[in-house]
């Protein structure tokens, strides 16, 4: 038996395989592409191409792929295979430079708001270097940016790179202000933390909502849910504990670091977190964990449940992002330091994430944006669609103690005045921890808390890179000319306090009186809904920051405008059409059913013995009866509805009918249906259960 480190990263083209392969002079031209950025020649790609090719084909690839991530939020991929023609009759495996570098995949179908007309059907895909390929399914797999001819993004992976890169070039002039020289480099990392389902394969097929939908539409409250707290760090089953074992297999010869495992709180529900890497290798690292878990999944007779709610009542899935920013010497900046200098340049670093996550709460809320992750922001389970943040006690007395040029009586009594040597010192408290923050630090990084468990990491992190990215030009712009550093790094950490101590909130986020606060009197945004949300990107002070810091061009936001919401209209009108057709076809049928043998059993008990009463049969029809015309109508009313959205043309228009009108009318003819499900014997439901899917996997 092989050991872990044995075949762990074994299908990824890493630095090990890199040095391997590669002669020494190739390898240190692609060493310095990979971590400066430059430009590879001909001969250096097709150099890498080669060997690439050789380990490849070694490890049984006969395919190659450009693995990219378009804005549909799955990844995409066109296989060819390395044969080319040889003389004599057989094939010779080739790979060049250019295929390796450059691919141009026929993409007119994927979406791209207007971005490209259809007809234009070249795309391009670019190799990002910084991601290692790895082989999955005999294809080598390449990551790689996806364009259009014209240069505008047509993926996720283009503009975060775009936001490393503006963060980078931010961070280190900050740095080089704090005198050090020898950092080269400044990268975000992210831990992301993957909650999902797990139900069995054969019951996940009953149901045409989970097929459709990846959710339930139906389904009556089952006797028991997760109100014991028994399943939360609960033992884990053993057919989920093979299942496990094998997805962890799988995704380490891929070279995911998964890491931690464990039971969630709803029964059914899962965990899974990878120790942290760089921001673009974790989000290409957690597209392809989703992909394992569901293919690995299959394998073990269980559907693998990426959806933010795929049953009401219980606890929804998040991703939680886990975030900081790191130099390449190893030092994380959002580390309190040992000395008051260092913590001098911990707090303004500290200062930068609070005014960007109040400058930008428009924009990190619509970055999580989903028609799914509607279901799950405020809903007492998660984050509330307020963006606030938790700091904890100890980080929030220093900052209420600068603010007020007053003592700071924490680990160290230390009176503050100005100049950053009299800066407190402090120790990092890890010991706080609060559930309930949407963004919440937690030590050393801070955890974002409201991304969907089945999008992308990507669109969180561009916004979170590119909001931290504009705080610190800010703060560049200021220090660069200021005549006496100290005093002017005070007065900024200062104003930054004052300015935006509104976004700090330590207390309960669940409460409904935080909410009342954080609109009322802080004057916080509540974005309840994805169609709420989304036309903030519009907004000119978010066009014009993303903009200049080249994050997007204005024709790449409007796109994604469009796009996402398109994709919430899209999601919500197939959730609709999969009602009506259950209601119609499945629900309404096992009901008359059901009613009928009721009937039939009720003249055949009097015909054998006259004068029985009837009295349980003649109430239960009528019971199903009344609800049978209740479901009747509920399912013409959202039928009707959807015809009348058919009808609208306007993006924006056709997601406030989908949330004003269509999701209301989705909710009434549930109610009723799940109603009728109680009153129904088990036997003529027509689909599995809560009950069933929930405890159904051993
Ligand atoms: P929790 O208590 O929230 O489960 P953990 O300490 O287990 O927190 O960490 C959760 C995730 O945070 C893991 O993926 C971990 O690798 C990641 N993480 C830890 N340190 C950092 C960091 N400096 N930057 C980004 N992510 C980090
Ligand atoms: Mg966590």
Redesign the pocket.
Known sequence: MSTVSDYFGSLVFDDRAMKASLPSSVYFSLKKTIDEGTNLDTEVANAVASAMKDWAVAHGATHFTHWFQPLTGVTAEKHDSFISPAPDGGVIMEFSGKELIKGEPDASSFPSGGLRATFEARGYTAWDPTSYAFIKDKTLCIPTAFCSYGGEALDKKTPLLRSMQALNKQAMRILRLFGNTEVKCVRT?????QEYFLVDKDMFEKRKDLMFCGRTLFGAKPPKGQELDDHYFGVIKPRVAAYMADLNEELWKLGVLA??EHNEVAPAQHEL????TTTNVATDHNQLTMEIMRKVASRHGLVCLLHEKPFAGVNGSGK?N???I?TDTGV?LLTPGETPYENAQFLLFLCAVIKAVDDYQDLLRLSVATAGNDHRLGANEAPPAVVSMFLGDELTAVLEAIEADAPYSGTEKTVMKLGVHVLPKFTRDTTD?NRTSPFAF?G??F?FRMVGSADSIACANIMLNAAVAESLKIYADRLEKAEDFETALHDMIKKTIKDHKRIIFNGNGYDDAWIQEATEKRGLLNLRTTPDALPRILEKKNVDMLTSLKIFTPAEIYSRYEITLENYCKTVNIEGQTMVDMARKEILPAVEAYARDLADTCTVKQTAAPGVSGRYEKKTIAKLSTLADEIDEATDALESALIKYKTVSDVTEAACMIRDVILQKMAELRVVCDEAETVTAEKYWPFPTYGELLFGVK
Request: glycine residues 4%.
């Open positions: 990392s992210v831990g992301p933390e890491k931690t977190a990878p120790i942290y939680h886990n975030w900081s790191a994380n921890r937690t050393n990084k955890e």
